[in-house]
């Protein structure tokens, strides 16, 4: 983390309030999957391109997000069946600077996430699903999933440390997560220790990203992922698990 951190230091940075330009609640999102030991090469290739986020001398940030799903895992057997147009419903708290939100995110056909949120006065990720948060969600979960809505309860937690990066020309955003921890409500947790993932977010998709540039040279492609639904596959036995078997053996690597 030394190594990290003192590529962290050559970064131009970038506030909060500057960082909102770029939102990016709808986007399209890149995902891949490297191994901690080459971040650092990674940083050294973009520190031309973008800037960092500090707040308070800070430049890696700690999240806390708490999902909620049913009892049968509705929102995650979503996903394993490659369901289009999906949901996942979440409480977020950003630990370093004492803010917690209740988002409700959205996977469309064309591949676009959207996720809309609501800042919450109470800052504790488990403060429970009040009827005007589940007001909030079925007003982005149609159809069946807003009945289903009436019946979710916290199913797994997640912590990690996130390094974000912005491209303010090119109106794009990179984050890094690290430091990956899993708690599920019912069993054991599990950490992924060496594991990255690295996330682009692009208000419309182009190749032309000097991000991407970099992961073609390192020959380190996308990968299809998911922190929520690989959580639920590590630690709950009575969920299938077939479609991300492959992706799950990937991850004995990073243990």
């Known amino acids: 983390m030394i190594h990290i951190e003192r590529n962290l230091a050559v970064f131009r940075a970038i506030g909060l309030e500057n960082l909102q330009t ?15 030991n080459r971040l650092s090469s990674v940083l050294e290739y973009l520190y031309e391109h973008y800037e960092i986020l500090e707040i308070d ?44 939100y209740f988002e409700v995110k959205f996977k469309s056909n064309k591949e676009i996430t959207e996720k809309n949120r609501l800042l919450l006065g109470d800052c504790e990720v488990d403060c429970g699903m009040s009827d005007s948060l589940k007001e909030f969600a079925r007003a982005y979960i149609p159809n069946e999933g807003g009945i289903i809505v009436e019946g979710i309860c916290p199913r797994v937690r997640i912590g990690y440390s996130r ?25 054991a ?21 000097p991000f991407m540039q970099c992961f073609r040279d390192m020959r380190i492609f996308p990968a299809k992922f998911s922190k929520y639904c690989t959580g639920v596959a590590l630690t709950e036995r009575n969920v299938k698990t077939n479609r991300f078997k492959k992706r799950l053996l990937q991850l004995e690597k990073y243990l």
């Open 189 to 209: 947790g599990c950490s992924l220790d060496n594991l990255v993932i690295a996330e682009l977010k692009q208000g419309s998709f182009s190749r032309n990203s």
């Open 57 to 100: 001398k800070k430049r890696s940030f700690r999240y806390d997000t708490l999902y909620y799903d049913t009892d049968d895992y509705y929102f995650y057997s979503q996903h394993h069946n490659q369901k289009l147009n999906r949901h996942k419903v979440r409480f977020r708290k950003y630990l370093d600077i004492d803010r917690c």
């Open 22 to 36: 770029i939102r990016l609640m709808k986007r399209h999102d890149t995902k891949y999957l490297l191994h901690r």
């Open 163 to 187: 390094i974000t990066l912005a491209n303010r020309l090119d109106r794009e955003r990179l984050t890094f997560d690290l430091n990956l921890r899993y708690d599920n409500v019912n069993s």
